[in-house]
């Protein structure tokens, strides 16, 4: 391929992914006249329309998307080999993009990584709170965190925290009165407080076990967050039952502000991961961190 077909091939996917020329511009560090030119020639020698432009937005047309779906990987590939050659220089540095939700950023993440930064100031690290299952890969993320049996098998995944287990758990205020359920298709009577994971389309069924029988429970409640903290902040305040974290659950249990309900039906999970696609050229500034971040049982 031709050099200036790179290029503008790169200026392409830049705009694809930004679905702005204002901000590819921007972060191309061209005018966005010139990008125009740029892309509209690629375009002209494809004999194909990659983009459909208006006043207001840019949209992909079909062999857009087909070739932003086709060329952004391998294009990934090759900067991370790039990328894969600082573990040749003496000084560890670069930045580090990794998506995750609130709870393991809270409770695993952060607190390995305030160990590990001071010893490395010209490491950067990006963390990006999200509750969906982030595509890392379209998304250029260089890792992200979910629980063991959601990384997909193309992935590499890295053991970094111990096993979770949720907790069903209700205010003195809210339970007053009311009675406890005991078993799962009993919290179809009482008010609870929903978490919505955008990558699922809806709200979050919780999920329990016993005897190897698994139930998944959709519920009903006046309040819904998509983040857990605010989840458990709710249930502290009487406005419902929750399912949360076993973990963040467990002071105000043993300090009597919430009580737990149907243990026995709440299984343990295998607990989150580190993820990275297995293409992936590891510099030496990721593969510390991984070590960073390796649960050690």
């Not at 406005?239 to 467990?250: C, K, M, W, Y």
Request: aromatic share 8%; hydrophobic share 40%.
């Amino acid at each position: 391929m031709m050099r200036e077909n790179i290029n503008d091939l790169i200026a392409f996917l830049t705009v694809a992914r930004e679905r702005s020329f204002t901000r590819a511009a921007a972060q191309l560090g061209v005018s966005q006249s010139a990008l125009s030119h740029t892309v509209r020639n690629l375009e002209e020698r494809l004999g194909v329309r990659l983009l459909t432009r208006t006043t207001r937005s840019v949209a992909l047309t079909q062999a857009g998307e087909r070739l932003l779906r086709t060329a952004a990987p391998r294009l990934e590939e090759i900067q991370a080999e790039l990328e894969g050659l600082s573990e040749f220089r003496e000084k560890l540095a670069g930045t580090i993009r990794i998506t995750a939700g609130d709870h393991p950023t809270e409770t695993v993440l952060w607190p390995k990584l305030a160990k590990f930064l001071p010893d490395y100031p010209d490491i950067k690290i990006e963390i990006a709170l999200d509750q969906s299952l982030t595509n890392i890969v379209e998304q250029r993320f260089d890792a992200g965190m979910r629980l063991g049996e959601q990384v997909a098998k193309d992935m590499i995944a890295v053991r970094i925290g111990p096993d979770i287990r949720f907790a069903v758990v209700g205010a003195p205020s809210y339970l007053a009165g009311r009675p406890l359920p005991a078993t799962p298709q009993d919290l179809v009577g009482h008010t609870c407080i929903n978490l919505r994971l955008p990558t699922l389309g809806g709200l979050y069924a919780w999920e329990f076990e016993r005897d190897g029988h698994e139930l998944n429970v959709r519920m009903d409640g006046q309040l819904v967050f998509n983040g857990i903290f605010q989840v458990l902040n709710a249930a502290l305040d009487g406005f419902g039952l929750a399912h949360v974290p076993e973990d963040i659950a467990q002071p105000h249990i043993a300090a009597g502000r919430l009580r737990r309900m149907l243990e026995d039906w709440c299984p343990l999970w295998t607990g989150y991961h580190l993820y990275y696609p297995s293409r992936r050229q590891s510099s030496a500034a990721f593969n510390l961190i991984i070590d960073a971040l390796r649960h050690h049982s």
